[in-house]
């Protein structure tokens, strides 16, 4: 088994309100096809609304963040599949939910998780 990261950007949502209600019905149908499926790892948002810190090696805490992931935004998903063409059909189908592509990731094995 292997862990993917499915996720799409905020702005990659190009709905109207009504189609956003259908959406989020859609969306959740597949959240729990894929809980019933026994895939499902975790899901959500970013709250952007909220903003990022950053926790140092010392313990101290910043209010920033790295240059790198200062646009993090967006919704993810992450399963837990034996392939990667299962891990696609898994993104296909949030991909057709959200009205927007998805973006593809696998995480690299840690036998400790």
């Known amino acids: ?14 709905v109207t309100p009504e189609e956003l209600e259908q959406a989020s019905i859609d969306s959740h149908e597949v959240v729990r096809a894929a809980k019933a499926a026994g895939v499902w790892v975790f899901g959500g948002g970013i709250d952007e609304d909220v903003p990022p810190v950053r926790v140092h090696a010392d313990g101290s805490i910043t209010e920033d963040t790295y240059e790198q992931t200062r646009r ?7 399963i837990d599949v034996p392939t990667r063409a299962e891990a696609e059909d898994w993104a296909r189908k949030i991909a057709v939910a959200c009205r927007c592509p998805q973006e593809l990731r696998v995480f690299m094995h840690d036998p400790e998780s």
């Open 1 to 14: 088994m292997a862990r993917y990261l499915i996720s799409f950007p905020s702005g990659a949502m190009q």
């Open 72 to 78: 993090l935004e967006g919704g993810y998903t992450v």
